[in-house]
């Protein structure tokens, strides 16, 4: 069994952004090209081979034979086609979709034959391969018609018939029971094999509970009623260790996950606008988002909320991604007299109790929006509003259920800052092409407005990047990204948390790994064994 903070908030893995449900969705589902977590090189996945043009502009997949969906039904060329033509639709909106224009072009799969498939790009790509592992193949056979008629993007709730669902991974959903488990089982159709030709997966069934919260998901750890806790706080990481009672833990250094405060940058409708505007018109002058970064003190909530097990950044690419990190980017640190400097230029003023004014005489107070489920987040939230208080600056913490939060953000934009926090699948920046381009799925501070000019220069450069020839071009335009982004703060990073998981003792080849997902990457090749067996 598997503990979670929250419950997952659907089961499409078109559509889903949050971690809960990918957590589940990726234990059914299968790619073309999968990336190890324990190397980060890429591996065959439902293609046993592929080749490349010598121009870099065409891949060709070579699919294995004789694969079935969870549902006994045959896979094919058409099943791969069928996912493309989906997740290149604009009007699905898919979070996936921006990893597959390059330069705003779109790419192009056809197929050769029931078992090969070409993928043309109109230039070279440079994330090459790698964007296969994120493209969960469909089933044809059980979207087409939902597609068709405009239904794929409500295809496939939490609550979905066990035999409307289908995929290529080593397991299929059994059972939903709201608020307390999703059941899935093994998956009799599951093509891999082990070194002796036993058919994978080793487990019979793989349980997620929701805890609502993370004490809960580890006193249930503790308690031996789950045999994994994929995500730790330092807090219940520092707890385990003093008493391991032989639970296996890792503390693998900063993640590729970057915890952020961002304001609400979309243009508002006329009621949003009477509610929200006045606070959106300081949100939208970037000294006040460069006063604000500067006045929480990052080094604090490492110490206090991460027990030290995380690193403070400036940047939302993190120390745990060695190849694109950006060494030479600027130092985190609290620095209150550059915010007030930054806040008087920008027309703002203190009042004689020391509350902060803008130039209309009005007092600035707004409020964050943070998951409730997140103890971490919580108390992150309660550390910044005690730190912008030192500028004047007055902010109110509202906890909201994880699914309620981001219909805020993703759907009505009725919110005015949130705290959140974003970890990619893979260290490439083609994963976070859906955040930097505008038009992404999880372009979470501006939707709808147009783009800004640095905007469009992001725009720009992460396109660019994409189909440059060498790592040295890439990473001088990613690095460029970077650069604007810490001088913009659409996002302002704060802290990228430790991986700190734990599992069982009892929980056989548990080998956890910095890339997503932490702990369930080999689900296929757990087992449980007895206490001192082996396997």
Same mark, same amino acid.
């Given at each position: 069994?598997?503990?979670?903070?929250?419950?997952?908030?659907?089961?499409?893995?078109?559509?889903?952004?949050?971690?809960?449900?990918?957590?589940?969705?990726?234990?059914?589902?299968?790619?073309? /090209?999968?990336?190890? @977590?324990?190397?980060?090189?890429?591996?065959?996945? *439902?293609?046993?081979? !592929?080749?490349?043009?010598?121009?870099?502009?065409?891949?060709?997949?070579?699919?294995?034979?004789?694969?079935?969906?969870?549902?006994?039904?045959?896979?094919?060329?058409?099943?791969? *086609?069928?996912?493309?033509?989906?997740?290149?639709?604009?009007?699905?909106?898919?979070?996936?979709?921006?990893? *597959?224009? /390059?330069?705003?072009?779109?790419?192009?799969?056809?197929?050769?034959? %029931?078992? #090969?498939?070409?993928?043309?790009?109109?230039?070279?790509?440079? %994330?090459?391969?790698?964007?296969?592992?994120?493209?969960?193949?469909?089933? @044809?056979?059980?979207?087409?018609?939902d597609y068709e008629q405009g239904r794929l993007q409500s295809a496939w709730p939490v609550t979905v018939a066990p035999e409307k669902i289908a995929g290529l991974g080593p397991f299929r959903l059994k059972s939903y029971l709201a608020g307390q488990r999703i059941v899935l089982e093994r998956n009799p159709y599951y093509w891999r094999t082990d070194a002796k030709g036993q058919r994978l997966p080793y487990l019979d069934e793989l349980v997620f509970t929701p805890a609502g919260g993370e004490d809960v998901q580890i006193a249930r750890f503790v308690e031996g009623s789950t045999q994994v806790a994929p995500r730790l706080s330092a807090r219940n990481f520092a707890v385990l260790a003093r008493d391991p009672k032989g639970a296996q833990l890792a503390d693998l250094g900063p993640s590729l996950e970057y915890a952020f405060l961002f304001f609400n940058l979309n243009a508002l409708d006329s009621d949003k606008q009477a509610r929200l505007g006045v606070a959106q018109s300081w949100f939208l002058d970037r000294r006040f988002r460069q006063a604000v970064s500067a006045a929480i003190d990052r080094d604090a909530i490492v110490k206090v909320v991460f027990d030290g097990r995380a690193a403070a950044i400036a940047s939302h690419v993190t120390p745990g991604n060695r190849r694109w990190f950006l060494t030479t980017g600027a130092k985190p640190r609290r620095d209150l007299d550059l915010s007030r400097r930054l806040l008087a230029e920008a027309g703002f003023r203190a009042s004689a109790n020391g509350k902060l004014m803008d130039a209309q005489g009005r007092p600035v107070r707004f409020t964050l929006l943070t998951s409730s489920s997140n103890s971490e987040r919580l108390q992150m939230a309660t550390m910044i509003r005690d730190d912008l208080k030192a500028v004047g600056i007055e902010m109110d913490v509202v906890p909201f259920?994880?699914?309620?939060?981001?219909?805020?953000?993703?759907? #009505?934009?009725?919110?005015?800052?949130? *705290?959140? $926090?974003?970890?990619?699948?893979? %260290?490439?920046?083609?994963?976070?092409?859906?955040? !930097?381009?505008?038009?992404?799925? #999880?372009?979470? !501070?501006?939707?709808?407005?147009?783009?800004? $000019? !640095?905007?469009?220069?992001?725009?720009?450069?992460?396109? @660019?990047?994409? #189909?440059?020839t060498s790592f040295a071009e890439r990473k001088r335009d990613y690095d460029r990204v970077q650069q604007i982004a810490a001088r913009e703060l659409p996002l302002i990073p704060l802290v990228s948390p430790h991986v700190l998981v734990a599992a069982k003792g009892t929980l056989g080849n548990f080998h956890p790994a910095v890339l997503d997902h932490n702990t369930l990457w080999n689900a296929d090749v757990l087992y449980l064994q007895a206490p001192g067996s082996a396997r």
């Amino acid at each position: 069994m598997v503990g979670q903070r929250a419950e997952p908030k659907t089961l499409n893995p078109v559509t889903a952004i949050d971690a809960p449900s990918r957590e589940v969705i990726r234990r059914m589902m299968a790619d073309l /090209v999968t990336i190890d @977590r324990a190397s980060q090189n890429t591996a065959p996945g *439902l293609a046993r081979s !592929w080749s490349i043009s010598n121009d870099g502009l065409h891949y060709r997949l070579n699919l294995r034979r004789g694969l079935r969906f969870s549902d006994g039904h045959p896979f094919d060329a058409d099943d791969v *086609l069928f996912t493309f033509r989906v997740l290149l639709d604009d009007r699905i909106q898919s979070p996936q979709r921006d990893l *597959l224009l /390059v330069e705003g072009k779109p790419i192009r799969v056809s197929k050769s034959d %029931a078992h #090969t498939v070409r993928v043309d790009f109109p230039k070279p790509y440079g %994330a090459a391969e790698r964007i296969f592992d994120s493209i969960a193949i469909l089933p @044809r056979h059980l979207l087409e018609q939902d597609y068709e008629q405009g239904r794929l993007q409500s295809a496939w709730p939490v609550t979905v018939a066990p035999e409307k669902i289908a995929g290529l991974g080593p397991f299929r959903l059994k059972s939903y029971l709201a608020g307390q488990r999703i059941v899935l089982e093994r998956n009799p159709y599951y093509w891999r094999t082990d070194a002796k030709g036993q058919r994978l997966p080793y487990l019979d069934e793989l349980v997620f509970t929701p805890a609502g919260g993370e004490d809960v998901q580890i006193a249930r750890f503790v308690e031996g009623s789950t045999q994994v806790a994929p995500r730790l706080s330092a807090r219940n990481f520092a707890v385990l260790a003093r008493d391991p009672k032989g639970a296996q833990l890792a503390d693998l250094g900063p993640s590729l996950e970057y915890a952020f405060l961002f304001f609400n940058l979309n243009a508002l409708d006329s009621d949003k606008q009477a509610r929200l505007g006045v606070a959106q018109s300081w949100f939208l002058d970037r000294r006040f988002r460069q006063a604000v970064s500067a006045a929480i003190d990052r080094d604090a909530i490492v110490k206090v909320v991460f027990d030290g097990r995380a690193a403070a950044i400036a940047s939302h690419v993190t120390p745990g991604n060695r190849r694109w990190f950006l060494t030479t980017g600027a130092k985190p640190r609290r620095d209150l007299d550059l915010s007030r400097r930054l806040l008087a230029e920008a027309g703002f003023r203190a009042s004689a109790n020391g509350k902060l004014m803008d130039a209309q005489g009005r007092p600035v107070r707004f409020t964050l929006l943070t998951s409730s489920s997140n103890s971490e987040r919580l108390q992150m939230a309660t550390m910044i509003r005690d730190d912008l208080k030192a500028v004047g600056i007055e902010m109110d913490v509202v906890p909201f259920e994880f699914r309620a939060l981001l219909d805020r953000i993703l759907k #009505t934009h009725d919110y005015e800052a949130c *705290l959140m $926090a974003l970890g990619g699948g893979d %260290a490439d920046p083609n994963s976070e092409m859906n955040v !930097w381009t505008t038009g992404g799925a #999880t372009h979470f !501070w501006n939707f709808n407005r147009t783009p800004f $000019a !640095w905007e469009t220069e992001i725009d720009s450069l992460m396109r @660019r990047q994409l #189909t440059a020839t060498s790592f040295a071009e890439r990473k001088r335009d990613y690095d460029r990204v970077q650069q604007i982004a810490a001088r913009e703060l659409p996002l302002i990073p704060l802290v990228s948390p430790h991986v700190l998981v734990a599992a069982k003792g009892t929980l056989g080849n548990f080998h956890p790994a910095v890339l997503d997902h932490n702990t369930l990457w080999n689900a296929d090749v757990l087992y449980l064994q007895a206490p001192g067996s082996a396997r």
